[in-house]
């Protein structure tokens, strides 16, 4: 009987830690929050912001998707410095967020659809531009070209073709 209860135990208590990590939310943008990559104040571009959300609920926030892809994908090399001595790897990543072209709003960065190679560019140049509705990205892609993919195709070599686009300081999201 004694083994039931706490297999009972064990099994209820998996299950309230999974609801957690399932209710993550975003963490609140403030004027002092600054871009890991570089430097930037981060509530300055509203429109474009990004974060990400470790398990001990701090966030690493950054000024566009792109720069959250690239803090992602080269974990190593930002592990230690300065305001992120907490992140020691992936596994310490309970969410991912970005901002809705369409709404303006937080939404999950690996379920968000992502227009690349458009006409319209954020403060940093050739980004990666999320909606949550496939879609919302295709009726924009129409208007504004580019292609669509998905948070799992977001790789290293994605990420430096973008790089190598020319920026727009100063640049605001257009309004619908």
Known sequence: MRGKSLIIILFLTIGCMQGQ???????????????PIDGMYVAKYPAWKAEIVLKNGSAVKFMC????????????????????EYLKSREDVAAMFVTDYTTKRWIDARSAHYVVDSDIKSPMGDDL????????AENFMMDHGGWITTFDNVDKELLKKLESAPMKMDMEMPMK
Do not use: A
């Not at 990590?21 to 871009?35: G, L």
């Not at 998707?65 to 992120?84: I, R, S, T, W």
């Not at 999320?130 to 879609?135: A, T, V, Y």
């Open 129 to 136: 531009i999320p909606f949550s509705k496939k879609e919302e």
């Open 65 to 84: 998707p792109k720069h959250m892809f690239e803090y992602y994908h080269n974990v190593n090399y930002y592990m230690g410095k300065d305001h992120v």
């Open 21 to 35: 990590e399932e209710s993550v939310k975003p963490v609140k943008v403030t004027p002092e929050d600054r871009d």
